[in-house]
């Protein structure tokens, strides 16, 4: 592959953003400690692994556990083993989002200061009746409570504790994804302003995400392509707080039999049930490799031979593999 660098070049109104690197990159893993891996996410992990190796790079890891609720050491300390137990190796890490509260905390108060945030009072139910879907099923905020007065504010947060919106303008940004070809979003009518601090106080995925890639180092991120409409959210984020571009890559998600994609709350294809039906990390591997389309035969594979010889061109487009 070519090595990419990193350029930023502006026209009328439209905002570019394209990535250009000269040197090894750094990935990440990124799981959630929500619950245990399963074949979804565990090809996430061996994609961002590949991807970054077959050119010399290294790996971060870090555990995104922003929703202290839900997220659990134990789930944290079974992903690493998991992890080393299929080969997936990392050379920074790991790191925590609970550590990194008052680096969220200072990146919220600078946009707080610049006027970029505004406190929203709408409810999942208002949004759904003011916006329309777009791509992923994401709803595009209509600006409901941009323009209320203090006032209005005032009276509203006696009665909801509001989230915090950051304004976006009417701009494109656009960036080239490794697997999914040239990319562009129109910040104001296919997203809206979004969330940068949710109404319990945390701060939201969006904002913590892209100040840790760049205090760990993180110059590819690789991720399923579900997250793909928020790239340019994190894009501009990273314009606005003075910090670097990662080159980005989207890929298709697995399913099941029916066409749903996998995930932990239904259980499906979870990481106890491969490792009893493949028994080796090579078959395993092997197996997500041919159904992901990448290799035309079933047969065993190290990682190292799954990031030399598997085809990632295979991943571009938005046609889900169907694991089974």
């Known amino acids: 592959m070519e090595p990419h660098s ?40 061996v994609v961002a692994w590949c991807l970054a190796h077959r050119e010399g790079g290294k790996m971060v890891l870090r555990i995104e556990d922003l929703d202290p609720e839900r997220s659990r050491t134990e789930y944290a300390d079974a992903i690493m083993r998991d992890y080393e137990w299929i080969g997936l190796t990392w050379d920074f890490g790991p790191y925590w989002q609970h550590d ?10 600078r946009l707080e200061r610049e006027g970029l945030v505004y406190p929203c009072f709408c409810s999942r ?13 994401k709803l595009v905020y209509p600006g409901t409570c941009r323009g209320l007065s203090n006032a209005e504010r005032q009276e509203r947060a006696q009665r909801k504790d509001p989230s915090w919106r950051l304004i976006v303008p009417d701009k494109d940004v656009t960036f080239d994804d490794i697997l999914q070809g040239s990319q562009q979003q129109n910040l104001a009518r296919e997203c809206g302003d979004f969330v940068v601090r949710r109404a319990d106080g945390a701060f939201a ?23 793909l409409p928020s790239t340019p959210q994190q894009i501009y984020l990273q314009s606005l707080l003075g910090l670097p571009h990662p080159e980005y890559a989207h890929f298709p998600l697995m399913v099941n039999e029916s066409g749903r994609r996998l995930s932990k709350r239904d259980h499906d294809a979870s990481i106890d049930e491969l490792r009893d039906r493949f028994h080796t990390p090579e078959r395993l591997l092997g197996r997500m490799a041919f159904v992901a389309g990448m290799m035309p035969n079933d047969a065993p594979l190290t990682l190292e031979e799954f990031a030399r010889e598997a085809d990632f061109t295979k991943l571009g487009g938005r046609i889900s593999a169907e694991w089974s």
């Open 6 to 45: 990193f350029a930023r070049t502006s026209r009328d109104n439209t905002t570019v953003e394209s990535v250009v690197r000269q040197t090894a990159p750094i990935g990440r893993f990124a799981p959630s400690p929500t619950g245990r891996l399963h074949a979804g996410n565990l090809f996430a992990a």
């Open 100 to 109: 990194r509260e008052e680096a969220y905390r200072a990146a919220y108060e």
């Open 125 to 137: 139910a208002d949004l759904h009746a003011a916006s329309a879907p777009h791509f992923g099923e």
């Open 205 to 227: 995925y969006q904002l913590a995400v892209v100040l840790d890639d760049a205090e760990q180092g993180v110059t590819q991120v690789a991720r399923g392509i579900d997250l």
